[in-house]
């Protein structure tokens, strides 16, 4: 890969967030956990499978015009854990700073117990506590059901 193909695929963006070093393949459920879906008028960009000198490949999502706060990217290190979050003010880095587990995650995967309450018509938004990050564990609040594997597949 020569210098220009470089700058073509990573174009530089004004303001707003960077999210860097996701795993290859969750870009689309970074959108996801980000809400960003087809009716959104967000200008996004999104880099999947670019080759990566530390990780192989890597995703990267940019999102512009919106910094992302930190409880909002959290659950992306359910999916990505060595994912940057980058703050862009006018071209320039203007924060950095690694995803965190969450403690907690609410309303954002689906328990795989198809008897826990979380999956009836009740009003009760799924809720899960994170009880090991590498690897991660989560326990469903409800019903104690252990998540360990397909936590992508889940995504609501
Ligand atoms: N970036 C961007 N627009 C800018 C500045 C940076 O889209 N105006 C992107 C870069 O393309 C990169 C990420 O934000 O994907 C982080 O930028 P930078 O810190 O300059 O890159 P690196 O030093 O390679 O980052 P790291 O050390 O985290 O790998
Ligand atoms: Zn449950």
Redesign the pocket.
């Known amino acids: 890969m020569n210098v220009s193909d470089r700058e073509l695929r990573?174009?530089?963006?004004?303001n707003?967030t960077?999210i860097?070093?996701i795993e290859s393949g969750q870009a689309l459920n970074v959108l996801k956990i980000l809400g960003i879906g087809s009716h959104s008028k967000t200008v996004v960009?999104l880099l999947m499978n670019v080759p990566s000198g530390?990780m192989g490949a890597k995703d990267?999502v940019?999102v512009e015009g919106r910094e992302l706060d930190p409880e909002e990217v959290d659950t992306i290190a359910l999916i990505s854990p060595r994912a940057?979050i980058?703050i862009?003010r006018n071209?320039?880095?203007a924060e950095?700073f690694r995803v965190g587990m969450p403690r907690k995650v609410v309303g954002i995967i689906k328990c795989g117990n198809p008897n826990c309450i979380s999956n009836s018509n009740e009003p009760v938004s799924s809720k899960f506590m994170v009880e090991s990050a590498d690897p991660v564990l989560l326990r469903c609040s409800y019903c104690e059901f252990v998540l360990d594997k397909n936590i992508a597949d889940n995504l609501l």
């Open positions: 990573v174009k530089p963006i004004n707003g960077v860097d070093h960009s530390a990267v940019k940057t980058n862009i071209y320039e880095v950095k």
